[in-house]
C-alpha cells in the first residue's frame, strides 16, 4: 500500500516527462532532429504565462502561453534547423544545444532567477492519502497527459495529416510530389511539440516552481525516456515516462537506497544505458549513407 | 639525413614567424606593468584551449560528439585533489593521475558511443554530465565536503633555491598551462597527418568505408574518446593545481555547452582555431570584469556567439585566414571568387560527401579522354575477354577457391532475400553476379562482406570461416570493396582518400603517432610511396591533389577502385560499379578491372545490373532471380539462356524455373 | 594535411630552437622564485604587541565624539616574506580623529597602505546579479552602496573619499576568487568589504589568498564556518552575521527551552555547504540539551518536486516531533512547503534559517508559511525594531538607492551593517590608515556596543572571530492565501553559548 502511495505521488513527473517525451517524439517523427532545445520550449510559455496573467484573465494567459511554446518551436526551426538542413547531425544536434543556451540565458536574464509564484490552472490543495497528499494540479497533469497522448497517437496514426508529417520527414522528394508540403507538415510538429511543451511546462511548474534553471532541466530526464521508449514510438514515450517518472519519483521514498544522494540519477543512467548497449549492434547495412 | 639537418638550420620564412611567435608567447609577461588580472586571463585561455582542442579531436576528427566535458575536467581535478592529499603527490607527479581518471571516464562514454550514434549519443553525455553532477560530484571521497575539494601548493624544488617553481605565481603557471598546451598541440599535429588520423577521418567520414580498409572502428572510437578524456582531465588537474580550490558548480553542464561554444567558434576542425578561440573567450572575461555593463552577461554571450558561428559563419575563427587570403587575392585580381569559401564550410565536415559527390563534377577538363575516342556506342558483346573466359572456365575447378558462399540464406524478418545461394570465385578470374531488381544482389554481397549476417549457410574466403568474422577483420584476409554510393571522404584530396587505405600495412602505434617518431613518418613515406605507384598504375596521377568532391562522378569510381588496390588486397569487391556511368566510363572501368586481373592477379566478383558490362569482362557468372540462383555458366552460355532472357524481360510470377546450369 | 617532405622524427631536428626556449624558460622562471614575482605578495603581518587599555568608542558616520582608542601597542616590523615587497608595517599608536578635529586631506598622510592615497580609499568587492543566488543575494549590493554613499556626503573619512567597486561574478567559486585576486593585485584594494558572493570568497580563504595577501575582509555574511577560522587561514575576515552553525544551536535552544519541544526533525538542504554545516551543529545541540533527533531529511534543492521525501519526513515525523527544523534555500523551502510537508506549525513548532527570511518567500509560498518562524541576527525594519535610529537610517538609505528592493532581505541588511563596520574601523585606524591597525582595531574593540546599532554588541577577538552569536525570531502571517507580512517573536535576542563547537 505503501509503495502505491508513493508511486502515485510520482503522477506530476510522470505527466510532465511523458508530454515533454510526447513532444520530442512528434518533432523527431517529421523533423529527423533530436530537439535539444525542448528545456526551451517549456520554460518560455511557463514565464509567460506568469507574466500575463498579472494583467490579464487566467484562461486567455494560458492560450497565448501555450501559444507562444509553438511560436518558439517554429523559430527553433526556421533559425537553427531550417539553416543547418543538410549538415552533418552532429551540427545539427549542436545547433539546437546552442538554441537551448540563448533561451535560457535570455530567460534567467529577463525575469531573473527568483523562483516566481506560478498561478494554478487547478484548484489549489490536496487529495489525502495517510501522511501525504496528491495536489489536484498533479492528478491533473496527469489526465492532461494522458488526453493529449491519446489526442496525439490517434493524430498520427489515424488522420492524413499524421501520415503526412511522418511521410514528409522520412523522404520529403517523394512527399513533394504526392503533393505535401514538407516545410508545412514539419512546421506542424514544431507547433505541436511547442504546445505540448507549453502545457507541460505550465502545469508542472504550477505544482512545483517557476525557476529557469530548475524547470528546464526537467527536460532532461524526458530525454532519457524518449531513449527508452524509441524515437519513433508515442506509446513508447509514455511508456518510457513511466519507467522514468517512477525511479526519479519512488527511489527517494525507499529506505536506505533512497538516502544516497543523486542515486535516482545514477538509476536513471544505467538504465539508459543499458537499453542503449541492448538496442546498437554491429556495422550493417542501413550504415551506408544513401 | 645531415645534409637534411644542416638545410633546416637555416630558417625558412615559416620557421622564423614561428619563432617569432614563440617568443612573443615567452617574453610577453616580462613587460613591466602588466595587469595581474590579464596574467590571469592568459592562464585561463590557455585552459580553454586545451579543452577546446579535446573537442576538436573528439567532434571535428572523429565525428562523435559529446557534451559532458566539464564533468571529465571535474573527474580529472577531483582526482587530481584526492591523489595530492591522499598520497601527497605534488604537481607533475598528479598530471597522470588526472589524466587517467577522466580519461577512464570517457572511455565508459566510448562504451556507450559503440551502441549509438549522432543524436542518441548527444543524449548519453547530457546524461552522464547530469549524473557526475548529482551523483558523483556529491560524493565526499571523491569531491570532498560540500564538493569543494582543496589541496595545498608544495613548492615544486626548495624555496628561494634554484630551480625552484611556485605555482602560486601567476606567471610561473601561465607558462605552465603554455608548456602543457604546447605539447599537446604538438602531439595532436603529430597524430593529425599520421596514421591514426587518418583513420579517425575515415571513422567520421564513413564507418562502413572504414571498416572495409581494416579500420577497427570500435577501436578507433573508443580511443578517440579517451584521448579526448585525457586532454580534458589534464585541463582539470590544471585547474586545480593554479586555484588550489574546485568547486561543484564549476562542472555543471552550462560549463559544458560553454566549452562547446569556445570549440565551436574555434571552428571545431583546426588545432590553430581552438587557440585562438580559446583567447578571445578569455579576453572576454577581462571585458566582462572590467567594464561594469557587461558584468555577468558572459552566459549571454557565450550563447550568442555559439549561434552567431554556427548559423553564419560555420568555419569559425580558423577559416578567417583562408577567407582573408582569398578576399585578399581577390583584390589584387589574382583569383575569382570561388564557390566554397569559410561561411560555408560545414561545421564537422560532411560525413554525406557524396551529396556533393552526386552533383559533382560538371568540369570535363580534368578527365583525360579515353584513347579510343568518344563513342563506343555499344560493348561488343564477344570481346577479347570472352574468349579468354572461356580459357578461364576450363580447369576453373582445380583452382583455388577464394570465395565459397554455400547455402547462404538471409531473412530479413518475413522475406527471404537469398533463398540458399551457392557461388564459388576461383582465384585469378572475374565473376560476375547479374540479376534484375530485387533479385537480392546485393544482400548477397552484403553477405560476403560482413554487412549482413547470413541467416543459414556459410561462407570461406581464402578458405578462413568469416561467417561471423566481423567487416575489418575481413579486410586483413586480403579482401576491398567498392560502394554503389561512394563512400570517399569528400573533403580530402585523392591521395588522403588513398593514404587511409594504407592502414593495414602500416604496423605503428599511436604513441609513436602522438610524438611523431621516426617510425611513424617513414611508415608514412613508404604508404605515400605505394599510393603513388598505386595511381600510377591506374593513370590517375594528375588528380592525386585535387579534392574529391570537385571530381566528376566517373573518375570517382575509378578513385575508389584505386583505393582497394592500395590495400593490396587480393580480391576485390565491386557493388554495380557500373551504376551512374556513361559508356565512355565503364569503358574505361572494364579495361581497368581486366587490367587488374592480368598484371596483378587479382581475383574480382561484380554485381551489377548492367548486363553487356559484366558479360563483356566476366570469365564465368551466377544469375539470381528473386533471391535464388537461376543460372551460372560462362557469359556465352548465359547470354544465350532463354530463362535468364525471360527474368530479364519479365514473365508470370507464378512460374517457378528451377536453377540449373546452363548448356 | 600537412606536407610529407617537410616532416622529421622525433626529436624534430628543426625545434631546436624550441628547446633551446624552453631551457630558457625553465632557467628564467627559476630565478623568478629569488627575484620579486608576480604573485601573492606574502604580506609581513607585524604581531600585535600587547594591547593597550581599549576605550569604548563609537563609530560609523555619526562622527565620533570620543578620544580615540589606544589600539595594541606598537607591533615589532614584520620580517619580509621571501620574495615578499612589503615590509611589515610598523604598528602604530592610532589616535582616533573624528571629522570634526580637522582630520582632512592635507594631514592625512597620503599613501599609508595600498590602496591608500590622500583622497580616497579603495575598496573592493565582488557581488551576486546573475545566476541562482541572484534571487536573495542580488540586493545587497545597494546596503553597500548606500553606505558608501552616505559617507562619502560628508566627506569621506579624513578626506579620503570611499572608492567602491563591485563586480559581478555570478556566485560562481572560480571566477570569483580570481575576482578577488585581481582586486588584491590590480585594482590594489586596500580592504574588501562584505563581499556576498561567498563562493569564491570561501575558495579564495582555503586556498590561502586571503591569508597570504593580508587583506581585511571586512563585515561577510558569515553563513559557512570557513570564514571563522580566524586562527587559521581566514584570520583576516571578520563575520558580521551569526554563523549557520550558531543559527541551528540557536533554533534549537529556543525551540526546547521556550517552547517545550522535546522531539525534533530537520529537512536540510544537502547540496551547498550550509546545509550540511548546520545539520550537525542542530543534531549535536539537539542531543546536548537531552532532546531526541527523529530524523534528518536531506534535500536537493536542484530538484522540482520533493513529493517522495515529503512522504517519507511525514510518516517518520508527522505527530513525531514536536519541532521541525528548515535549512534549506528559500526555492526549496516554499516547494517544500508548499508540498504539504509537515511543520507543526501549530506548536510554534517549525522555523527557517536566515536565508528564508525575505518578503519573496512569504509571497511564494502564503498559507503554507504561516506560523513558520525564521530567525536573523539583525534588527530587522519591522515592529518593534522599525523606531530605532540605526534601523531608520537603514530603510531610509536603502531606499535611496533601490525603491524596491526588500528590505526584509537579511542579506540586504548584513549588507549594510557590514559596511557600517567596515567604516568603523577605517574611521578609528585613520588617519594612518594601514592593514594592521584595522586588524588591531577589529580584534579588540566592540562594535555597536551602546546597544542601539542593528545588532546587540559584537566584539571579536584574535582567533576568535565568533562575534555575532544572538538571534531574533519572527514568524510568517498570512491569511487566505495572501502574505501580511512577519510577527515578532517576544522572546527577544536568544544567545548561542556554543558558537565554535561543532565546526
Redesign the interface.
Same mark, same amino acid.
Given at each position: 500500500m505503501d509503495i502505491i502511495?508513493?508511486a502515485l505521488?510520482?503522477l506530476?513527473?510522470v505527466g510532465a516527462y511523458a508530454l515533454f517525451a510526447l513532444g520530442i517524439v512528434v518533432i523527431f517523427q517529421a523533423s529527423r532532429?533530436?530537439n535539444?532545445a525542448h528545456g526551451g520550449m517549456v520554460i518560455v510559455p511557463a514565464y509567460m504565462t506568469y507574466a500575463l496573467a498579472q494583467h490579464l484573465p487566467l484562461a486567455l494567459s494560458l492560450i497565448i502561453g501555450v501559444g507562444s511554446g509553438s511560436l518558439v518551436g517554429l523559430l527553433v526551426e526556421r533559425?537553427?534547423i531550417r539553416?543547418?538542413r @543538410?549538415?552533418?547531425?552532429?551540427?545539427q544536434?549542436?545547433?539546437t544545444?546552442?538554441?537551448?543556451?540563448?533561451i535560457?540565458?535570455?530567460i534567467? #536574464?529577463v525575469f @531573473?532567477?527568483?523562483?516566481?509564484?506560478m498561478p494554478s490552472v487547478f484548484p489549489?490543495g490536496?487529495v489525502h492519502l495517510?501522511?501525504?497528499?496528491? #495536489?489536484y494540479g498533479?492528478i491533473g497533469l496527469f489526465v492532461v497527459m494522458l488526453v493529449l497522448a491519446g489526442g496525439m497517437f490517434a493524430l498520427f496514426r489515424f488522420t492524413s495529416l499524421g501520415l503526412a508529417m511522418r511521410g514528409a520527414a522520412q523522404n520529403s522528394r517523394a512527399a513533394q510530389l504526392m503533393g505535401i508540403n514538407p516545410i508545412r507538415t514539419t512546421q506542424i510538429a514544431w507547433v505541436l511539440g511547442g504546445a505540448l511543451a507549453g502545457v507541460a511546462g505550465i502545469l508542472?511548474a504550477g505544482?512545483?516552481?517557476l525557476?529557469p534553471?530548475?524547470?528546464s532541466?526537467?527536460a532532461?530526464p524526458a530525454?532519457?525516456a524518449?531513449?527508452i521508449g524509441g524515437?519513433e514510438s508515442l506509446p513508447g514515450a509514455v511508456l518510457g515516462a513511466l519507467i522514468v517518472g517512477g525511479v526519479v519519483?519512488?527511489?527517494? @521514498?525507499l529506505p536506505g537506497l533512497?538516502?544516497i544522494?543523486?542515486?535516482p540519477?545514477?538509476m536513471?543512467?544505467i538504465v539508459?544505458?543499458v537499453v542503449?548497449?541492448r538496442?546498437?549492434?554491429?556495422?550493417?547495412?542501413g550504415?551506408?549513407?544513401? | 639525413m645531415n645534409r637534411e639537418l644542416r638545410l633546416q638550420l637555416t630558417l625558412s620564412p615559416r620557421a622564423t614567424f614561428a619563432f617569432i611567435v614563440a617568443a612573443a608567447v615567452l617574453a610577453w609577461p616580462w613587460i613591466p606593468g602588466v595587469p595581474y588580472s590579464v596574467m590571469g586571463d592568459a592562464i585561463v585561455a590557455g585552459q580553454y584551449a586545451i579543452v577546446a582542442v579535446s573537442l576538436v579531436l573528439l567532434i571535428g576528427w572523429v565525428g562523435q560528439i559529446s557534451i559532458a566535458q566539464a564533468a571529465l575536467v571535474g573527474i580529472g581535478a577531483y582526482s587530481t585533489g584526492l591523489v595530492s592529499r591522499g598520497l601527497n603527490i605534488p604537481f607533475p607527479g598528479n598530471l597522470a593521475f588526472g589524466a587517467v581518471a577522466a580519461g577512464l571516464a570517457a572511455g565508459v562514454l566510448g562504451i556507450v558511443a559503440l551502441r549509438v550514434r549522432g543524436l542518441y549519443l548527444a543524449v548519453a553525455t547530457l546524461i552522464f554530465s547530469y549524473v557526475s553532477d548529482e551523483f558523483l560530484f556529491r560524493q565526499e571521497w571523491f569531491a570532498g565536503h560540500g564538493g569543494t575539494s582543496v589541496i595545498t601548493q608544495p613548492i615544486i624544488g626548495k624555496a628561494g633555491g634554484y630551480p625552484s617553481f611556485d605555482l602560486s605565481d601567476r606567471r610561473i603557471l601561465y607558462y605552465v598551462v603554455w608548456a602543457c598546451a604546447a605539447a599537446i598541440f604538438y602531439a595532436l599535429a603529430n597524430l593529425r597527418s599520421s596514421k591514426t588520423g587518418r583513420a579517425f577521418f575515415a571513422v567520421r567520414g564513413s564507418e562502413v568505408a572504414a571498416a572495409s580498409l581494416g579500420i577497427d572502428v570500435v577501436r578507433y572510437k573508443l580511443l578517440a574518446f579517451v584521448l579526448s578524456g585525457m586532454l580534458a582531465g589534464i585541463a582539470g588537474n590544471l585547474l586545480i593545481v593554479g586555484q588550489l580550490a574546485v568547486t561543484q558548480e564549476e562542472f555543471n553542464l552550462t560549463t559544458s555547452l560553454f566549452y562547446l561554444s569556445i570549440a565551436v567558434v574555434g571552428g571545431l576542425s583546426s588545432l590553430g582555431g581552438a587557440a585562438a578561440a580559446g583567447l578571445l573567450f578569455a579576453g572576454l572575461q577581462e571585458v566582462f570584469f572590467r567594464v561594469h555593463a557587461f558584468n555577468g552577461l558572459l552566459d549571454i554571450v557565450s550563447a550568442g556567439l555559439l549561434v552567431a558561428v554556427l548559423l553564419l559563419y560555420r568555419g569559425g575563427l580558423s577559416a578567417i585566414p583562408a577567407s582573408a587570403r582569398r578576399r585578399w587575392q581577390q583584390v589584387k585580381g589574382l583569383t575569382r571568387p570561388a564557390p566554397v569559401d569559410g561561411e560555408k564550410v560545414d561545421l564537422v565536415g560532411t560525413p554525406e560527401g557524396s551529396r556533393s559527390l552526386r552533383h559533382g563534377g560538371d568540369e570535363r577538363e580534368d578527365v583525360e579522354a579515353p584513347p579510343d575516342g568518344e563513342e563506343a556506342k555499344v560493348l561488343p558483346l564477344d570481346p577479347q575477354p570472352a574468349r579468354a573466359a572461356a580459357d578461364m572456365a576450363v580447369g576453373r575447378a582445380d583452382r583455388p577457391e577464394v570465395i565459397a558462399a554455400e547455402g547462404v540464406t538471409v531473412r530479413f524478418g518475413g522475406l527471404v532475400a537469398n533463398d540458399d545461394v551457392s557461388v564459388s570465385v576461383r582465384e585469378g578470374e572475374i565473376v560476375g553476379l547479374i540479376g534484375p531488381n530485387g533479385a537480392g544482389k546485393t544482400t548477397f554481397f552484403n553477405a560476403i562482406a560482413g554487412l549482413n549476417q547470413p541467416t543459414a549457410g556459410a561462407v570461406h574466403i581464402f578458405g578462413t570461416d568469416v561467417t561471423a568474422l566481423p567487416v575489418h577483420e575481413r579486410a586483413k584476409l586480403g579482401v576491398a570493396r567498392t560502394f554503389q554510393a561512394i563512400q570517399l571522404f569528400g573533403q580530402l584530396t585523392v591521395l588522403e582518400n588513398l593514404m587511409v587505405a594504407t592502414h593495414l600495412q602500416n604496423h605503428t602505434g599511436v604513441i609513436r603517432h602522438l610524438i611523431g617518431s621516426e617510425g611513424s613518418i617513414k611508415a608514412d613515406l613508404a604508404a605515400r610511396k605505394r599510393v603513388l605507384e598505386a595511381l600510377e598504375l591506374i593513370g590517375l596521377t594528375d588528380i592525386a591533389e585535387k579534392i574529391v568532391r570537385d571530381l566528376p562522378f566517373g573518375t570517382l569510381r575509378m578513385v575508389e577502385v584505386a583505393r582497394a588496390v592500395v590495400t593490396g588486397a587480393k580480391l576485390l569487391m565491386l557493388d554495380e560499379p557500373a551504376s551512374g556511368l556513361d559508356n565512355v566510363e565503364t569503358r574505361r572501368l572494364s579495361d581497368l578491372l581486366v587490367r587488374l586481373r592480368h598484371e596483378l592477379g587479382i581475383t574480382i566478383l561484380v554485381i551489377e545490373h548492367d548486363v553487356p558490362f559484366v558479360t563483356g569482362i566476366s570469365d564465368y557468372m551466377y544469375v539470381l532471380d528473386r533471391g535464388r540462383l537461376l543460372a551460372w555458366g560462362t557469359p556465352q552460355q548465359i547470354q544465350r539462356d532463354e530463362e535468364v532472357v525471360a527474368a530479364y524481360l519479365g514473365r508470370a510470377s507464378t512460374e517457378v524455373v528451377p536453377a540449373r546450369a546452363s548448356s | 594535411m600537412q606536407d610529407m617532405k617537410e616532416k622529421r622524427g622525433f626529436p624534430p631536428g628543426a625545434s631546436w630552437i624550441t628547446v633551446l626556449a624552453l631551457a630558457v624558460v625553465v632557467v628564467g622562471a627559476s630565478l623568478m622564485s629569488v627575484y620579486p614575482h608576480f604573485g601573492p605578495p606574502v604580506a609581513a603581518t607585524g604581531a600585535v604587541g600587547a594591547a593597550g587599555t581599549a576605550q569604548n568608542q563609537t563609530g560609523g558616520d555619526t562622527g565620533g565624539t570620543d578620544t580615540g582608542a589606544t589600539s595594541g601597542g606598537p607591533a615589532a616590523p614584520g620580517a619580509a616574506g621571501s620574495g615578499g615587497s612589503q615590509q611589515g608595517a610598523a604598528g602604530s599608536t592610532t589616535v582616533k580623529q573624528g571629522t570634526s578635529s580637522g582630520c582632512n586631506a592635507a594631514t592625512n598622510g597620503g599613501n599609508t597602505d595600498v590602496g591608500v592615497t590622500s583622497n580616497k580609499i579603495v575598496l573592493a568587492s565582488t557581488i551576486v546579479n546573475s545566476g541562482v543566488g541572484q534571487s536573495f543575494l542580488g540586493p545587497v549590493q545597494y546596503g553597500m552602496q548606500a553606505v558608501a554613499a552616505s559617507v562619502n556626503r560628508h566627506g569621506g573619512i579624513c578626506g579620503r573619499r570611499l572608492d567602491l567597486t563591485l563586480v559581478d561574478d555570478g556566485w560562481n567559486a572560480e571566477t570569483g576568487c580570481q575576482y578577488i585576486q585581481n582586486f588584491i593585485h590590480d585594482t590594489q584594494a586596500f580592504a574588501l568589504p562584505v563581499v556576498p558572493s561567498s563562493e569564491g570568497l570561501t575558495t579564495c580563504i582555503q586556498n590561502g589568498t586571503i591569508h597570504n595577501a593580508g587583506i581585511p575582509v571586512i563585515g561577510t555574511d558569515g553563513m559557512l564556518e570557513q570564514q571563522y577560522d580566524a586562527s587559521g587561514a581566514a584570520d583576516w575576515v571578520w563575520p558580521i552575521a551569526t554563523s549557520t552553525i550558531s543559527t541551528m544551536h540557536i533554533m534549537a535552544i529556543d525551540a526546547y527551552k521556550n517552547h517545550g519541544a522535546r522531539t525534533f526533525c530537520l529537512a536540510y538542504d544537502n547540496h551547498y555547504k550550509f546545509g550540511q554545516e548546520g545539520q550537525k551543529a542542530f543534531d549535536n545541540e539537539v542531543k546536548r540539551l537531552g532532546g531526541t533527533e527523529v530524523y534528518d531529511q536531506g534535500l536537493d534543492p536542484n530538484q522540482s518536486d520533493y513529493s517522495a521525501f515529503i512522504k517519507t519526513f511525514n510518516d517518520n515525523c508527522s505527530g513525531k516531533a514536536d519541532f521541525v527544523g528548515l535549512l534549506l534555500t528559500p526555492t526549496a523551502a516554499a516547494t517544500w512547503l508548499k508540498g504539504g510537508a509537515y511543520t507543526a506549525k501549530d506548536r510554534d513548532g517549525a522555523a527557517g534559517a536566515q536565508p528564508m527570511f525575505t518578503t519573496d518567500l512569504g509571497n511564494n509560498c502564503g498559507d503554507f508559511c504561516d506560523g513558520v518562524k525564521v530567525y536573523t541576527g539583525f534588527r530587522p525594519p519591522l515592529t518593534p525594531y522599525s523606531s530605532m535610529a540605526s534601523v531608520q537610517q537603514y530603510i531610509n538609505s536603502v531606499r535611496a538607492q533601490s525603491s524596491s528592493a526588500d528590505l526584509n532581505n537579511q542579506f540586504l541588511e548584513g549588507g549594510y551593517d557590514g559596511m557600517l563596520l567596515t567604516v568603523a574601523a577605517l574611521t578609528a585606524a585613520s588617519p594612518h590608515l594601514t592593514r594592521a591597525a584595522v586588524k588591531a582595531y577589529l580584534d579588540s574593540v566592540p562594535f555597536a556596543a551602546d546597544g542601539n546599532g542593528l545588532t546587540p554588541p559584537l566584539r571579536w577577538k584574535t582567533g576568535y572571530h565568533f562575534a555575532n552569536t544572538s538571534m531574533l525570531a519572527y514568524s510568517f502571517v498570512s491569511n487566505s492565501g495572501s502574505f501580511q507580512g512577519f510577527r515578532a517573536d517576544p522572546t527577544g535576542f536568544i544567545t548561542d553559548p556554543n558558537p565554535n563547537q561543532d565546526s
Open positions: 502511495v508513493t505521488l510520482a506530476p513527473l532532429v533530436l535539444l533559425i537553427f539553416t543547418l @543538410g549538415e552533418s547531425m552532429t551540427t544536434t549542436v545547433g544545444v546552442a538554441a537551448f543556451g540563448v535560457l540565458a535570455l534567467a #536574464k @531573473g532567477t527568483t523562483p516566481l509564484p489549489q490536496f495517510g501522511s501525504s497528499g496528491i #495536489k498533479s508542472l505544482v512545483t516552481d525557476d534553471y530548475n524547470l532541466l526537467q532532461l530525454f532519457v524518449v531513449l524515437l519519483g519512488v527511489l527517494p @521514498g533512497g538516502s544522494q543523486g542515486a540519477q545514477l536513471l543512467m539508459a544505458f542503449m548497449a538496442r546498437g549492434q554491429r556495422l550493417t547495412a550504415d551506408l549513407r544513401a | - | -
